[in-house]
Structure formats: C-alpha cells, structure tokens
C-alpha cells in the first residue's frame, strides 16, 4: 500500500525558499516516479514537476512556470520525495499535493500542503 | 504548454449521463493514448477515475467511462448519481516529457 503524507508548507516572503517533503508511510516507493501538482486558490489543477526511479537515473521534468527556480528530489533510503522551492512568487501560493506517477497516471496522492507567498 | 480545454460546468439531473470534453493538440492528447480523469471533491484528494484514455482502476464505478477521437478526449458518466458531484480534470503526457491538465469541469448534479 502507498500512503503519500505531504509536509513543509507554511507563509513565506516572496523572494524566499521553502522545501517541501512527500513521505511514504506505506511500501517503498523506490520503483516509482514522483510527481508533484499544485492548486491554486479557486483555480484548477497544474503539473509542477516529476522524478524518475533511481532505475532511470532520478532523472527530473519540470513545468515551465517553476523550472530554474524548483527542483524535484528523492531519497528512497528514506522514504522521502523533496520539492525545493526558490525565488518564491505570490503565483506560486497553491496547495501543493504530492502524488505517486505510475506509467503514465497519478494513482496515489498525498493530502496537500498549503504554501502561501506573500510579504 | 496550456492546459487543455474543458468546458467549466455541466449538469444533469440523477440517472442522466453527462459527458465533458478535453481538447489538445497533436502533441498532447492526440498524439499519446495516455489521457487520465480525477474526480476532485472540493477539501478532498484528487481521485483517479480513468486512465490511458479509457481504463478504470479497480474499485471505480463502471459508470465512468471514458474515450478519445483526435485531439478530444471525453469522460461520461452515465446514471448519475449525487456523490458524482465534484471537480473533475483530464491530463494528458506531452511529447516533451511533460505533463498538462485541464481547466477543470464542476458538475452539478440537479
């Protein structure tokens, strides 16, 4: 079973970093990609980065709304999937859900963490 | 990459169907048979109802169906019913390894 729980979220200044967490309490996630989708307040949902398996080389694909300023992370020792945040824009104030990327769909997804930029 | 383009509501009384329509280009939707639905209950996590274009994962109502023709893909649900009510998303692959979703649908059950 794969239980996605998602942390890190908090009210940041613009301009700030914050780094994000995916921890799977369930089985290993090792031979999975990871993916990362946010929502916006009253809007829809949208794809912000995924990282392969350690089978392809943790290789990393980002949006290009965050790429240069997100970097997607894992460390399958642990458990854990990390999405750093930098140069924080008030755009990027949405509820951030970790989810499990399987072939080609998002079967088991976190609970969401909430990142708000604002000063 | 836009996001594809769904319509922003659609509605229909119990045991109706309703169909939303999830419209790309060449290089998303029509090019990859890798479309995917989530039902979203606002609060909730997002749900997957429907994968690679039409298959439903174990545990999923076979009221929920879904297909494709050319740069569309469509989600019915047929007999509907009140816990229907909610957000719902397609998402396809992209040709550049990415990923898209759609703008999103709320459907309101009458």
């Known amino acids: 079973e794969v239980q996605l729980v998602d942390s890190g979220g908090s009210l940041v200044q613009p301009g700030r970093s914050l780094r994000l967490s995916c921890t799977n309490s369930g089985s290993t996630f090792g031979n999975y990609a990871l993916t990362w989708v946010r929502q916006a307040p009253g809007k829809g949902l949208e794809w912000v980065a995924f990282?392969?398996?350690?089978?392809?080389?943790?290789?990393?694909e980002y949006a290009a709304s965050v790429k240069g300023r997100f970097t997607i992370s894992r460390d399958d020792s642990k458990g854990i999937a990390y999405l750093q945040m930098n140069s924080l824009k008030t755009e990027d104030t949405a509820l951030y859900y970790c989810a499990r990327l399987y072939y080609y769909y998002f079967d088991y997804w976190g609970q969401g963490t909430l990142v708000t930029v604002s000063s | 990459q836009s996001a594809l383009t769904q319509p922003r509501s659609v509605s229909g009384s119990p045991g109706q169907s309703v169909t939303i329509s999830c419209t790309g280009t060449s290089s998303d939707v029509g090019g990859y048979d890798y479309v995917s639905w989530y039902q979203h209950h606002p609060g909730k996590t997002p749900k997957l109802i429907i994968y690679d274009v039409s298959e439903r994962p174990s545990g999923v109502p076979d009221r929920f169906s879904g297909s494709k023709s050319g740069n569309t893909a469509s989600l019915t649900i047929s007999g509907l019913q009140a816990e229907d009510e909610a957000d719902y998303y397609c998402?396809?692959?992209?040709?550049?390894?990415?990923?898209?979703f759609g703008t999103g649908t709320e459907v309101t059950v009458l």
């Open positions: 990282v392969r398996s350690k089978y392809y080389g943790e290789t990393t």
């Open positions: 998402c396809s692959c992209t040709g550049i390894s990415t990923y898209v």
